[in-house]
């Protein structure tokens, strides 16, 4: 079984900053691609940003040029670095990794991180 535990939500005014973590746990032999979604209340889940185990990134328009993803693979977490936040990010962030195990290859998701943006 795999586990993704995500972080580092919480309330930040227009123009901020935040980071949010996700770390992967449980019986891992290797992650493909690694990535953030969001959803805002009334919205469908959309893409954020996402990272392959070589490095390539692949943003959605809305946060290009704002937002940083990386990920450390020795430590199975993936990080996403939000710049100059406006209100319209509002939502829950989800992270979710592609996992391959010892017996099986999988999709998982976090648990989810609120995220406001509001003065």
């Known amino acids: 079984q795999v586990q993704l535990v995500n972080s580092g939500g919480g309330l930040v005014q227009p123009g901020g900053s935040l980071r949010l973590s996700c770390a992967a746990s449980g019986s891992i032999f290797s992650i493909y691609v690694m990535g953030w979604y969001r959803q805002a209340p009334g919205k469908q889940r959309e893409l954020v940003a996402t990272i392959a185990s070589g490095g390539t990134t692949n943003y959605g328009d809305s946060v290009k040029g704002r937002f940083t993803i990386s990920r450390d693979n020795s430590k199975n977490t993936v990080y996403l670095q939000m710049n100059s936040l406006k209100p319209e990010d509002t939502a829950v962030y989800y992270c979710?990794?592609?996992?391959?195990?010892?017996?099986?290859?999988?999709?998982?998701w976090g648990q989810g991180v609120q995220v406001t943006i509001s003065s």
């Open positions: 979710n990794a592609e996992v391959l195990s010892l017996t099986t290859r999988g999709d998982y």
